[in-house]
């Protein structure tokens, strides 16, 4: 295990970041329709080596097995009929469709697909702005200028960031079980500013009043190793 610098634990509140979600390459055939219904929304949570394999089947008939097969895996209780994991994962796409419609289907939206991927939040606060007397008056709508805050809050989801000298490290973890559900790491973009702590302390100090490009280099890397974490964590959709 790499050496590091500093640990920060924190509750994962809004993953913002789901801009995060990264967007699948195209298929090399032309699927038939039961198949490529299927991979549009079952993309979301395929591994790497299920996308790989569904690309190459050749036939519908051996995408029908994929499918099968897929699904079967994933079943938390194969003695039943249903197949629970397989219902709430299409519940939550369902949901998403109906609730979060700000142009494109709600399932695509940054809600929707937090949704998808975590369930129902542990908590919600919504913030809304107050509108001035000048834009009462002028019947301008406060819209114009602000939007309102929608956080959610996962208790259950914690996020471990290992900050090194050359690599920055992030971990999602169940808080209930400490399951790491998913890791991701990438080259800390501050190294730019000196290959060693004390040299990048010294550069920040002589820019603590400006905008500290060292700073948005770790952002730059947070943003990386967040991005590519989520989507192949092993998050149960059983809640």
Known sequence: MQKINSRTWFPVAVFSLLAILAACSGMGI????????????????????????????????????????????????????????????????SYANQRFRQGPPG?????????????????????????????????????????????????????????????????????????LLGSEGCHNQQASYGEDVISRMIFACGNAFSKNPIHLKLVGSLSVTNGSAFPKADISLKY
């Open 107 to 179: 399932w695509k939206t940054d809600r929707g697909r937090i949704f998808i991927y975590f369930g129902a939040p542990d908590k919600t606060e919504e913030w809304h702005p107050m509108q001035t007397q000048e834009e009462a008056n002028a019947g301008v709508s406060v819209q114009s200028r602000i939007r309102g805050i929608l956080r959610w809050t996962y208790y259950r989801y914690g996020l471990a960031i290992d900050i090194g000298t050359t690599t920055v490290v992030a971990q999602l973890l169940d808080m209930n079980s400490g399951k």
């Open 30 to 93: 032309k699927l038939d329709p039961e198949s490529e219904t299927f991979y549009e929304y079952a993309r979301l949570i395929m591994t790497d080596d299920e996308t790989n394999i569904f690309k190459h089947l050749a036939d519908k008939e051996e995408r029908a097995r994929f499918i099968q097969d897929f699904w079967d895996k994933r079943d938390p209780d194969p003695q039943t009929d249903a197949n629970e994991f397989q219902e709430e994962f299409y519940y939550r796409i």
